[in-house]
Each structure stands twice: as structure tokens, then as C-alpha cells.
């Protein structure tokens, strides 16, 4: 599911808190700070490795969590570079600024690519579905890419891997719009194939790849039909990298700022945030959700009924007659789709917990989703009255 130098470091991380015979809380922490050195050491970023963690991963700020991914970030950030001499994955070189008049086009950039990264996401978590359809047992789905990369080995095979090649050659060169749209097409399915099949690879890179070439055909495409420079194109590609990983995996600040540590000019901040900030905006209006997040769910299948449309409170009376009258609400077959949140009893209203002992003249304040709001009412209804 991510890049699997990020796994690595994890996997270190959590090897020595084993080694360090520390608490559960202190193995969290050192396997978050061995997955920032692994993305750091792989795309000599240190910060975004960082932010990967916090963002992505976490959803908070911890001051601990904070400094010690920092420090491993940093540390590993500083071996691949002065002791290995390794240079960043996605190294560009003297990348032009944007001038300010082509910010227009930033902007209709960044819609498409949440657009397309709404596609990417549903493509991606219909991916099991499909591959049931083929009516092979799971451990035979690798046969599948197996068998379609042999073509594509033999005549394409400087478009296989990772990817970063074909990003680095995207800053260099200018290609034709017919192999652009090739190259993403085949991108973007062999991608899709061989996720699905559970083949380890994993998703960050293919998606800066996708967002690179995306980037690139728009770039040509304002460059033929519009007259801007085609010394720009390389710009929207880097661009495009940000904005594709935004919209995808809804980290924004992770994605500006791995693609700023990666070109090593900070000029290129503003654009990178209008085009990410376009995205994000565009893909949550269609609805979309962080893919690392929806992989998550669904492989933990967490079945806890959530909230999807509208919640809505609602009043429910126990009345003389009902079996709520005299119950612990612990010992009442609650449905499973709402929450009981509280209970006016007279002028007072009462917070609710197990031992809460419901009486007649009691109205309970009832939390669910407005689709749910009858079928809730009608259980409740149906399980008080049993055994009257």
C-alpha cells in the first residue's frame, strides 16, 4: 500500500522497539519514526517524511511523535546523503519559475486532477470485485499481471519499475501528445492490474508518476493551443505531482513540500499549493476520501455503522406501557445504527451510561442518520412492546 522503502523503515523501527523491550505506546512511536527515514532516505525529504507521518498517518501533532520523526527523518536524510552520496529519487534540476499570468491554468489543472484522482480512488476499491469476476482462487490473481507484463517487458521495457524514470525523463524532454496519453493509459491500467492482483509495488509512486504525465499532456496541450512556452511543460508536471497525490491521498501539506524538498527551490511553493489546493477541493466535492484510509477500512472491515448522510436527533417517549419503563439501558437490544445521547426527565436533562435506569414520562434524545430516522423509530417501537 505505500512505498515500500516506507514499509522498510517501519519494519526497522518496529524491530527495535522489540530489541528495546518498550511499551506499546513506544513502539508506535518508533515505527512512525522508522517509516519518515524510510520515505526520507528514499526521496531525501526529510520534512515530508515527516508530514507523511503526522498527517497521513496520525491526524495529530504530538510534540513527541513530532521530534523524534524528525530526528530519525533527518538522521537518515543525512547517512543517504554525505556517507552514501545518494541523490533524491525525483531529482530536477534548475526548474524555471512559473510566471505569474499562466496561474489561470493552475488553477483548471488542479479541478482535472481531482477529478481524475476521484477516478483513481474508485477504480482502485473496485479493484477486489473485478478480480472475483474471473473465477480464479486469490492466490492465482498474480498470474494475471504475470502474463500481460511479458508484452510489455519486451517491447516497452523502459516504461516499467517505479517510475521515477519516466518522471526524471518528463523534466528533461518534451514528448508527443499521442505518447503521453500512451504512456498514461498504459500506466495507469498495468497500475490498476496489478494492485488488484496483491502484488507488492504499492501506490506512492505510481501516483506521482500518473500525476507527472498528467501534468505533462497538459502542459503540451496549453503549449499547442495556447502559446506557452514549452520550457513550462516540466512546471505542470511537477505541479501535477502534488496536486494528483493531494487530491488521492487528501495530504496536502505532505505533498507540497515532498515536491518542494525534491526540486530544492522554494520559488515553486505557490503554484505547487494553488494546484493541490484546486484538487483537494474538487476531489472532496465529488465525494472522494483518502485512499490510505479507505485501504485501511477495508482491510481491518470495520463494520461499525457510521453517519452518511444527514444526523438528526430525534425525541422517543417511554410511556407507561412500555418495557423501557424500570430498564437498565444497558439491558435493552438497542439498534445498532444510533446512539443514545441523553434523557429529559422532567426539566433536567440527563447524560446517559449502562447503569442508567430508564423510567415512564422519560423522553430519549436519540443521535442517527436521517436515512435511518423511521426504520430506528420502528425497532424501538416494535422491541418495547414485546412481552406486553
Partial sequence: MLLPDYQLGATVGQGFGHFFKATPAEKKIFISSGAAAGLSAA???????????????????SPLMWITSLTAALSANLISLNFFGLKPVLFFSEVPSLPLKYYGHLILLGALLGIFGFIYQKVLLSLASWYQKTHLPEFLYGLIPFILIIPIGIFFPHY?????????????????MQF???????????????????????????????GAIIGAIYGTLIHQFFG?????????????????????GKAPLTAIILVTEMVGNITHLMPLAVCSLCAYIM????GGNPIYESLLERLVKHNSPSITGIKTVFEFPVNAESNLD??????????????????L??????????DTVMKAGDILMILTDEGNLSNIRKSITTYSQLNQ
Fill in 43 to 61: 526521496f531525501n525529504a526529510p520534512v515530508a517524511g515527516l508530514l507523511f507521518v503526522l498527517e497521513e498517518i496520525h491526524h495529530s501533532f
Fill in 160 to 176: 516499467l519499475g517505479g517510475g521515477n524514470q519516466i518522471i526524471i525523463s518528463l523534466g528533461l524532454n518534451n514528448f508527443s
Fill in 180 to 210: 503521453l496519453l500512451g504512456l498514461f493509459l498504459l500506466r495507469f491500467v498495468f497500475s490498476m492490474i496489478s494492485y488488484g492482483a496483491s502484488l507488492p509495488g504499492g501506490i506512492f509512486l505510481p501516483i506521482l508518476t500518473l
Fill in 228 to 248: 506557452v512556452e514549452s520550457i513550462y511543460i516540466r512546471d505542470f508536471a511537477i505541479f501535477a505531482m502534488a496536486a494528483y497525490f493531494t487530491a488521492i
Fill in 283 to 286: 476531489n472532496d466535492w465529488l
Fill in 326 to 343: 424500570g430498564i437498565l439501558v444497558r439491558d435493552f437490544n438497542w439498534p445498532q445504527e444510533m446512539l443514545l445521547i441523553s434523557i
Fill in 345 to 354: 426527565r422532567g426539566s433536567n436533562e440527563l447524560l446517559t451510561h449502562g
